[in-house]
C-alpha cells in the first residue's frame, strides 16, 4: 500500500521546520518583552468543554474521539456496540467524550477557572501549540495547523487591548509583512442588532457578517433573510456595512447611527480609546464595521490581521471576552487575547520571499571516515568541537572522496576536516571551505580557534 497523509495535514522537513522556529521565535520573543508567561495546555479536551463555545458553524468542526480507547471495559464494549449501531444509521450519542481542541481560547478559559483561585490577576499567559478543525483543505487552511495566542485574564482594562494590537504591529513589523490590523467592538454589532429589532438573531447576524469578504454582500442578504430577517431590518444592516471613510469619519457616522443607544456608544469609546492609544495612521490600524468574528464568545474590542501584498485570508484574530470563564462556572473574571496563524504567515513569508538568507541552519563541519583508525581519531576531535558549541558529523563508513564530497554538498555542509594517517602523525588537518572551494593545513590544537573566528 503507497503511504499517504490524511487530508489537511502536513509532513514538515529541516528546511520548512527551521523557518517555523524563526516565525515562533520572533512571536515569543515579543509576547515575553511584553509580561506574558507561557502555557500548555492537552490535545484533547472533554467534548462538554468545548462544544457551544464556537457557535453552530463551528461546532460542525469540531474532531470528536471515539471511546474505544477508554480504560474502562465495560465502556470499551460500549462504545464497539455503539459503533456498530452508527453504521446501521442509528444515532447514539454515547459514542464520543472527548475532543480535538479546536483553538487554544477556550482551553485557556477551562484552565483559569480551575486554577483561578492560584492565580495573579491580571494572568498573562501565551501559548504556541497546534489545534485541529474538520474543516475542507484549501490554501491557507488546513486540518491541523499551530496556533500562538496571547491573553489576558483578570482585567477590563482597555489598556490590555491596546498592548495586544501593539503586539500585533510589532511582530509584523519584525517579520517584514506589510499589514492592516483591523478593529471593531461587538459592542457596535449588538447595537446593530438592537436598531434594527433583531436582538434574538445577533448571532445569525455575525455569522452573516463575517462572510461578507467571502461570499458578496448579495449572499449575505440571502442569508439574512433565511435567519428570518425582513426587508426594512436587511435594509438598515446593509447601509450599515456600506459605511465608508476615514477611522474618524467611520466614528462620526456611528455616532450619529446610535445616538440613541447605550451599546453602541460604549463600543464607539472603545474604538477612541485604542486608536487614542496607539497614535498610528489609517493605513495600519483600521476600523472595520464589517468585522465580526463569528465566535460567540467575543464582547467587545475585537481584531483581524491582512497582509496587504499576498492573497491570503486573515493571518490573525481575537478580541475581548468579559465572561468566558463563566460558561465553565467561575464568572466575572474578563479576558481579552490575539491569535497569529503561523501557518498562514509561513505561506505568507514563502510568497513574498521573506525568510532571511542567513537564517538556515546546518552542519558547520563534516569529518570525513578516511578509514577504521582514522574515523575512531577523527571521532575524538569531532567531540571536542560539540563540546564547544560546533556542529559537525563523521561520514558513517569509509568511502570514496567523491561520494563524501557529495554528501557535504547535499546538506549544504560549510567545511570539510581530513584526517588521514600522515594528519593523525603529523597532528594536524585539512580544512576546506566548500563554498570557497579553498583548502588549508591547520594544527589540530588551533582546530577550535578556526571555527570560532
Not at 485604542?274 to 495600519?284: K, R
Not at 491569535?339 to 563541519?365: C, H, W
Request: aromatic letters at 10%; hydrophobic letters at 35%.
Amino acid at each position: 500500500m503507497k503511504p499517504t497523509l490524511p487530508q489537511g495535514t502536513r509532513d514538515f522537513a529541516a528546511p520548512t521546520i527551521r523557518k517555523r522556529e524563526y516565525i515562533l521565535d520572533t512571536i515569543k520573543t515579543v509576547f515575553e518583552l511584553y509580561g506574558f508567561e507561557p502555557l500548555e495546555t492537552p490535545a484533547i479536551e472533554n467534548l462538554e468543554t468545548v462544544t457551544g463555545k464556537y457557535g453552530d458553524e463551528g461546532d460542525k468542526l469540531i474532531f470528536k474521539i471515539l471511546n474505544n480507547g477508554l480504560d474502562n471495559p465495560a465502556k470499551h464494549r460500549q462504545a464497539k456496540e455503539d459503533f456498530e449501531k452508527i453504521l446501521q444509521g442509528k444515532n447514539v450519542k454515547t459514542l464520543t467524550e472527548r475532543a480535538l481542541r479546536y483553538d487554544l481560547t477556550i482551553p485557556f478559559a477551562r484552565y483559569v477557572a480551575m486554577n483561578y483561585a492560584q492565580l495573579t490577576m491580571p494572568y498573562k499567559r501565551y501559548q504556541m501549540q497546534p489545534v485541529w478543525r474538520a474543516d475542507r483543505p484549501q490554501k491557507g487552511r488546513y486540518r491541523e495547523f499551530y496556533q500562538c495566542d496571547a491573553d489576558v485574564a483578570g482585567s477590563y482594562s482597555l489598556i490590555n487591548d491596546a498592548e495586544l494590537a501593539d503586539i500585533y504591529l510589532t511582530v509584523f513589523k519584525r517579520l517584514g509583512i506589510d499589514i492592516e490590523l483591523k478593529i471593531n467592538s461587538r459592542k457596535i454589532l449588538t447595537a446593530l442588532a438592537a436598531l434594527c429589532n433583531g436582538d434574538n438573531k445577533m448571532m445569525s447576524i455575525t455569522v452573516a457578517i463575517d462572510k461578507l469578504n467571502k461570499i458578496g454582500m448579495d449572499k449575505v442578504k440571502e442569508e439574512l433573510e433565511k435567519s428570518g430577517l425582513g426587508p426594512r431590518q436587511i435594509k438598515i444592516i446593509e447601509d450599515y456595512l456600506n459605511i465608508r471613510g476615514s477611522n474618524e469619519e467611520k466614528l462620526g457616522r456611528l455616532k450619529t447611527l446610535f445616538s440613541n443607544n447605550e451599546d453602541g456608544r460604549k463600543g464607539i469609546e472603545e474604538l477612541e480609546f485604542i486608536l487614542n492609544q496607539l497614535t498610528i495612521n489609517d493605513s495600519l490600524l483600521t476600523i472595520d464595521l464589517t468585522l465580526a468574528r463569528g465566535l460567540n464568545y467575543y464582547t467587545g474590542i475585537i481584531y483581524e490581521v491582512k497582509a496587504k501584498n499576498a492573497v491570503m485570508g486573515s493571518i490573525g484574530g481575537g478580541g475581548r471576552y468579559d465572561d468566558l470563564t463563566g460558561l465553565f462556572g467561575v464568572p466575572n473574571i474578563p479576558g481579552v487575547g490575539i491569535s497569529f496563524g503561523v501557518d498562514r504567515i509561513y505561506d505568507v513569508m514563502e510568497e513574498l520571499n521573506l525568510f532571511p538568507d542567513k537564517m538556515q541552519k546546518g552542519i558547520t563541519a563534516l569529518f570525513f571516515n578516511m578509514g577504521k583508525e582514522e574515523s575512531k581519531f577523527a571521532f575524538q576531535q569531532m567531540q571536542q568541537l560539540r563540546n564547544n558549541g560546533i556542529s559537525c558529523e563523521l561520514y558513517h563508513e569509509p568511502a570514496k572522496m567523491d561520494k563524501q564530497f557529495k554528501y557535504a554538498a547535499k546538506k549544504n555542509i560549510k567545511y570539510a576536516i581530513i584526517i588521514g594517517s600522515k594528519e593523525m602523525q603529523e597532528q594536524n588537518c585539512v580544512v576546506k571551505d566548500l563554498a570557497k572551494n579553498e583548502q588549508q593545513t591547520i594544527a589540530l590544537t588551533e582546530l577550535q580557534n578556526y571555527f570560532t573566528k
